[in-house]
T-cell receptor
Framework: AQKVTQAQTEISVVEKEDVTLDCVYE???????LFWYKQPPSGELVFLIR??????QNEISGRYSWNFQKSTSSFNFTITASQVVDSAVYFC??????????????FGTGTRLTVIP | DVKVTQSSRYLVKRTGEKVFLECVQD?????MFWYRQDPGLGLRLIYF???????EKGDIPEGYSVSREKKERFSLILESASTNQTSMYLC??????????????????FGPGTRLTVL
């Protein structure tokens, strides 16, 4: 069965600090996709990144970076030099390739990040 | 720009009332989803639809039903609202899968959510 675990419920950092949000997943599929979403106080989830199971290359986008390691079933998200606007709830999600019809996403429970000015 | 809209941001209903939550997307997406979000539980899938008039149960369908008469609209119905259905409800849509990637490759686009309180 599929499962996504975000063990960190809440994290607080001071502005300009780096912070890493952890995500551990479980799946029996060999082909799958991992996602990160951001939910700011306005409530709407915003897509940040997708990674497929065959691509373990780390990705950097500005202050954001993602570290995907199949050996530990982890897909961690790091924010460098955090800013107040990064304050949000962050969700990690898994989609298995064997699905027919719609693409169900299995979400973790989320990590609430608070950046203190 | 991609857009998913939900009929209300905040809704207050009484126990036993029939409640309709409406979701509309303007991206011509085949797939639509209803989730509820509760503290400590993340997002849980209630129902989804991969085509007009087609629906599938998600992880927590009890107490809910859905309707998809038109491609752009997906309604969530609480037949007889109860206090344990007080929650944030999120609608999402995604396009049909393409090529070898299939549907699983596609991200979902979310609406702003409806915070429902049942008294």
């Amino acid at each position: 069965a599929q499962k996504v675990t975000q063990a960190q419920t809440e994290i607080s950092v001071v502005e300009k600090e780096d912070v890493t949000l952890d995500c551990v997943y479980e799946t029996r599929d060999t082909t799958y996709y991992l996602f990160w979403y951001k939910q700011p106080p306005s409530g709407e989830l915003v897509f940040l990144i997708r990674r497929n199971s065959f691509d373990e290359q780390n990705e950097i986008s500005g202050r954001y970076s993602w570290n995907f390691q199949k050996s530990t079933s982890s897909f961690n998200f790091t924010i460098t030099a955090s800013q107040v606007v990064d304050s949000a709830v962050y969700f990690c999600a898994l989609s298995e390739a064997g699905q027919t019809g719609a693409n169900n996403l299995f979400f973790g429970t989320g990590t609430r990040l608070t950046v203190i000015p | 720009d991609v857009k998913v809209t939900q009929s209300s941001r905040y809704l207050v209903k009484r126990t036993g009332e029939k409640v309709f939550l409406e979701c509309v997307q303007d991206m011509d997406h085949e797939n639509m989803f209803w989730y509820r979000q509760d503290p400590g539980l993340g997002l849980r899938l209630i129902y989804f639809s991969y085509d007009v008039k087609m629906k599938e149960k998600g992880d927590i369908p009890e107490g809910y039903s859905v309707s998809r008469e038109k491609k752009e609209r997906f309604s969530l119905i609480l037949e007889s609202a109860s206090t344990n259905q007080t929650s944030m409800y999120l609608c999402a849509s995604s396009p049909e899968g393409q090529g070898i990637m299939g549907a699983s490759y596609n991200e979902q686009f979310f609406g702003p959510g409806t915070r429902l309180t049942v008294l």
